[in-house]
């Protein structure tokens, strides 16, 4: 990495060709551990018994409730889908039962809003050719042992929809993310191909505009990265993850930004905002 993070000309190079780039060592192990802590804190503090939103991007229409669209302005808890029994009660303690923390981590709590505002990142993204960029979306995701949910093949762009498309999704890995734990899989090139489908929120509620293509698992390749490592993912790549069967978690925390300048966001996103947001990193 170049000063405040640019990206060198062969780092733009792979990612303008692959829709997918790793950064290792991007984030150090006292922000890592510092955000972990502060994660353990908001959960200490988290009554479980308030709610039970399920987060599952198999069943994303019927698991999407005024929670979940209101966590676009606030921090919200989102349980894993196998995280309670029969009986309705969690199997397991809640620190080991939530899917992820959202949506706006990085503007209501100081720790993650200190490194998601950092110069590195503003760096990082005014390399990639953002004029007035703005994190739509930031969530801590668990990834359970055992029961950590699977996300399908999808865009980012799908749900974070801008005109031109602007998304692009920024992952740090808290921990290591392997294979066997639940690791990021892409379709190297996928980019190039367009948008395939939009998740749209209207009178009707949610719902996707075209059923989901079949994708050949052979296309994807693992993006095994040690903690500490950000991955870069372009708005329109397929990227997914399997179902964690270990027993090792992959702690994560992941931001989604769009620009402000020169493009519209949709109105039809999921995510509708009560406040115009500011640039929270300078061009």
Known sequence: MGILGSL????????????????ESFSSAEDIESMRKRMEELLDTFDCSSTASIFSTRNQKNTTDNYFFESAE????????????????LKQPKHLSINKVGHAL?????????????ERMSGLLQSLGYHRPVVIQSMYIFKQPGIGGEVVPH????????EPRTCTGLWLALEDATVIN????AIPGSHKNGLVRRF????????????????????????????????????????????NQSEKSRHAYSLHVVDTLGCKWSEDNWIRR??????????
Do not use: M
């Open 200 to 243: 749209i929120r209207d009178a009707n509620g949610v719902h996707f505009d075209n059923p989901s293509p079949l994708y050949d698992q052979k296309d994807f390749v693992p993006i095994e990265v040690k903690a500490g490592t950000l991955v870069v993912i372009h708005g329109d790549l397929i990227h997914q993850s399997f179902e």
């Open 182 to 185: 639940g690791c990021l899989w």
């Open 74 to 89: 606030k921090v919200s808890f989102f349980f894993e889908e196998k995280a309670f029994g029969d009986d309705g009660n």
């Open 8 to 23: 060198s000309s062969d780092q733009l190079q792979f990612f303008n060709s692959q829709g997918y780039l790793v950064l």
């Open 106 to 118: 990085d503007e209501i709590d100081p720790v993650f809003k200190k490194f998601s505002s950092t």
């Open 155 to 162: 865009q980012d762009n799908s749900f974070l929809h801008t």
């Open 274 to 283: 009560a406040t115009d947001l500011a640039p929270v990193y300078s061009s």
